[in-house]
């Protein structure tokens, strides 16, 4: 891979255009995977995707020019999946299967584009939504959330010399170095990154995932993002996300139907995927609720992945839950991905040690914490918590719960119905930081 000294090419940021979304690549892995299966089941599953700014004290709409985002939206539009891109996709393993995607569907990716979007201002704010088929709104939501942090680092920087660049790229290198020299000392570890959705931008990520691949060699297993993954000849890491449930969900017919759309989608992935892909995500409408009234089948799949309790506490319920099935956790996998840093990692790593299978998810903290490293005043650089999920499927609004109810995304009279399902017990609200 060819390094490209990220203070030159951030210092050059003055054409009339640089594009941030070069390619559709530029995902996560698992966007793929529920796409194909979404489009064999829900072709026809109309689906609104929203972005939300859980960092109220930012206003994205005071700092990112509304003309340069329409610019980038409009020109993610215009991007195609590349032939090569096509083949690899085609022609590689995942997961140690060949052919993981269809003919059928390799062919219907060649074709395909994002559709369009609304955008507008409230309250210092943007409301950016996307309207159409789940099959291809579900489709900006990397792009999104990529264009909006990448443009708001840029207006961070904009205007600063050469050499205040240079010191700021410096220090974010040998802060992050700092952090691989740590997790090298963790002999047994597994970790991959799960940066793109809210990285500094494309450049940094690629010099992250460099470093964690020199760094921590086979320890470092790949990366959730496809571009990178086939670019470095890394491993494409990723299984589902909450939009699944969220959508079965809002399609159910009554409350009794909403209570079993959980382990419905969990039904339908398991029909599409098996083997290291049989990983649930059991938060999005609470884990407890999950865990009491999981089918027995599930305990037979590969693992968890606790997304929105504390690690090591959400760690501790998924493992008990084993135990009552009468597994052997030490067989079972844990992939920990909620907001991990050096600390959090280390110390989750050290309490679930011999006693289970584990893997990390490095997200934001691996690709955006350039917190204390800039020569000059700005807050502009520190993340912020900002998703994009699905609001509405069907005409009917979506709705998740998580464990933390800080990240609850819904109407307030749906929650409201939702937690009349399926409880709040578990359920404990902490601060979002990213």
């Known amino acids: 891979m060819v390094f490209t000294d990220i203070a030159t090419r951030t210092y050059n940021h003055n054409w009339r255009l640089d594009p941030i979304v070069r390619s559709l690549l530029d995902t996560d892995f698992y966007k ?35 003309a340069e985002l329409r610019a980038q939206l409009d020109h993610a539009r215009t991007v195609r999946f590349a032939k090569k891109e096509l083949i690899w996709l085609a022609g590689n ?55 909006i942090n990448e443009l708001r680092s840029r207006t961070a920087v904009k205007g600063r010399d050469r050499f205040e660049l240079d010191v700021l790229y410096a220090r974010a290198k040998a802060k992050l170095w700092g952090k691989v020299e740590r997790l090298s000392q963790l002999p047994d570890l597994v970790i991959s ?20 691949k020199e760094g921590l060699g086979k320890r470092f297993i790949g990366s959730s993002n496809v571009l990178l993954a086939m670019d470095a000849d890394l491993e494409a890491i990723g299984t589902n996300a909450h939009e699944l449930p969220m959508v079965l969900a809002a399609l159910a017919d009554g409350d009794e139907e909403l209570a079993k759309a959980p382990y419905r989608v969990l039904e339908d992935w398991r029909a599409h995927y098996g083997g290291n892909l049989l990983i649930a995500l059991p938060d999005a409408f609470g884990t407890t609720a999950f865990l009491k009234n999981a089918p027995d089948w599930l305990a037979d799949w590969t693992g968890f992945r606790p997304d929105s309790a504390p690690p090591i506490e959400g ?14 956790a030490r067989e079972k996998l844990l992939i920990f991905s909620d907001g991990m840093d050096i600390d959090s990692i280390e110390a989750t790593y ?6 289970v299978r584990m893997s990390f998810g490095w997200g934001t903290n691996l690709t955006n914490d ?7 005043e700005t807050d502009g650089l520190d993340p912020i918590s900002l998703v994009c999920k699905v609001v509405e499927a069907n005409g009917r609004p979506a709705v998740k719960l998580s464990d933390n109810p800080a990240k609850a995304t819904g109407r307030p009279e749906e929650i409201e119905r939702y937690l009349q399902v399926f409880g709040s017990a578990g359920h404990r609200a902490t601060n979002v930081l990213v």
């Open 370 to 376: 350039f917190r204390g490293c800039a020569p000059f």
């Open 32 to 66: 793929l995977l529920m796409l194909q299966m979404v489009r064999h089941l829900y072709p026809d599953v109309p689906a609104t995707f929203e972005l939300i700014n859980r960092t109220k004290t930012v206003r994205l709409a005071d700092v990112i020019d509304e």
């Open 315 to 328: 760690g501790e319920q998924i493992i008990r839950w084993w135990q009552d099935k009468r597994r052997d």
């Open 350 to 355: 050290r309490h679930f040690h011999g006693r």
């Open 93 to 147: 393993s995942f997961y140690g299967k060949a052919q993981m995607f269809g003919p059928d569907f390799i062919q219907w990716l060649a074709d395909f584009r994002l559709p369009d979007y609304d955008l507008r201002k409230i309250d210092g704010q943007y409301e950016l939504r996307f309207h159409g088929p789940w099959t291809h709104t579900m489709m900006w939501e990397i792009p999104a959330l990529t264009i």
């Open 193 to 212: 990154d799960f940066g793109t959705r809210r990285r500094h931008g494309f450049l940094w990520q690629r010099w992250c995932v460099e470093a964690l």
